[in-house]
């Protein structure tokens, strides 16, 4: 039986709507460091580089719930621009390999040097072997989940929706527009109930090492387990459905970043689980959607500029960098020390900068030449008399 390709279907037509989207490019750099500073605030791992105690505390409490929306923010941007960018005509076989070659190149460079630096001394080969083949995060034991390159643990969840896109974009795309709201609403549900079947029951022990308050079943289940994340992804694909049919509301950037604010606010004000993602997914939803909205219409945003664009091209780099450069400067270059605020300042600049410029580097040594060379089919030599033309597959939709 030949798998259902991600072809467009019903009554999403491409057209002029297709637009690309800069802007969402530019914003996910901004997500990205979102999740860098929310680990550089960590204490355990030594991350976080102030020695005024109300410096770190403050440092800590401000970033607190960084990681998380930004995490969020990026399963539902993958949802989203997959479904804008499917295309009639392509394959699943060249879907998932796009996608494969999207993520495994970095992926696995960071893996090596993490492993080289610091993991290897400390890893058993049952956490970093599935680390490597970024199944980890199914697993509930804090070694496997949490290892070698911790932020890879969103790879996991990340690979489990390319696997399922192209089943998923047909009925998907099959939705009436009238039903698409419900829907949504129905993907928000769901990631609520996630969490009150976390909260009430799972188990309460052992706690978790970070100290987050929650118990690790709990952190790993309603976190970390990437069945529960695919609501996040499905919902980006509605949401994509919604713009592309002109039934999205009109909201402005500046609101939809003000109510993503408001959103930070009340996951910092809310019980641990449900700051996850439950309490930023609506503002985060309303943002991508005001940002795709503004690509559409033309409008002009400080988000499509080069400098922009530049950053959202090394994003992804940057995000698998961020663990790698931080742990290992903090504590073999630098042998956890700590600093006055000005210097503390300073330090998390320069660890800024550097995983930019390891970002860089994986952008143009490693994931450009990999798609270039093996994205798509090489041409074949020769071809019989009256064969069609190879399909050019569609570029490869952004991350």
């Not at 034991?141 to 489990?160: A, K």
């Not at 970043?257 to 019980?271: D, F, I, N, R």
């Not at 664009?309 to 994003?315: I, R």
Request: hydrophobic share 55%; net charge positive.
């Amino acid at each position: 039986m030949t798998p259902p390709s991600p072809t467009a279907a019903s009554g999403t037509a491409p057209g002029p709507s297709r637009a690309k989207l800069p802007s969402l490019t530019g914003l996910r750099f901004i997500a990205a460091a979102l999740v860098f500073f929310f680990h550089a605030t960590f204490s355990d791992p030594p991350m976080n580089p102030f020695a005024d105690q109300a410096w770190e505390e403050g440092f800590r409490w401000l970033f607190s719930k960084a990681g998380w929306m930004g995490v969020s923010f990026f399963f539902v941007l993958s949802g989203f621009v997959l479904t804008w960018s499917a295309r009639p005509g392509d394959t699943v076989t060249g879907f998932w390999r796009r996608r494969l070659l999207k993520i495994f190149p970095n992926h696995v460079v960071m893996w090596a040097l993490a492993m080289v630096l610091f993991a290897g001394a400390m890893t058993p080969l049952s956490a970093w072997l599935p680390n490597l083949f970024l199944v980890h995060s199914w697993f509930p034991q804090h070694e496997t989940f949490i290892s070698v390159n911790p932020p890879s643990w969103s790879l996991c969840s990340e690979l489990l929706f390319y696997l399922l896109f192209p089943f998923l974009i047909g009925p998907v795309l099959r939705i009436r527009e009238r039903a698409l709201w419900g829907w949504a609403a129905a993907m928000v549900a769901c990631m609520v109930a996630v969490q009150l079947v976390t909260d009430f029951l799972l188990p309460q022990n052992p706690p978790t090492p970070e100290g987050f308050g929650i118990s690790l079943w709990e952190f790993w289940f309603g976190y970390n387990f990437p069945p529960v994340r695919m609501f996040e992804f499905v919902l980006g694909m509605l949401l994509a459905r919604l713009v592309l049919a002109g039934a999205y509301p009109r909201v402005r950037i500046l609101p939809a970043a003000l109510l993503c604010l408001a959103g930070y606010a009340a996951a910092m004000a809310v019980p641990f689980l449900y700051g996850l993602n439950v309490a930023t997914i609506i503002p985060v939803s309303l943002l991508i959607c005001a940002v795709a909205r503004a690509d559409v219409d033309g409008a002009p945003t400080v988000l499509r500029g080069r400098t922009m664009q530049w950053l959202g091209e090394v994003s992804f780099g940057f995000y698998l960098a961020q663990y790698v450069v931080m742990y290992y400067g903090r504590t073999a270059l630098m042998d956890e020390q700590l600093f006055a605020p000005l210097p503390g300042v300073l330090v998390l600049l320069g660890f800024f900068l550097a995983t930019l410029l390891v970002g860089w580097l994986l952008l143009v040594c490693v994931e450009r030449p990999v798609m270039r060379r093996w994205s798509r089919p090489r041409p074949r030599l020769q071809q019989a008399p009256g064969a069609p033309a190879e399909e050019r597959e569609p570029a490869p939709a952004l991350r």
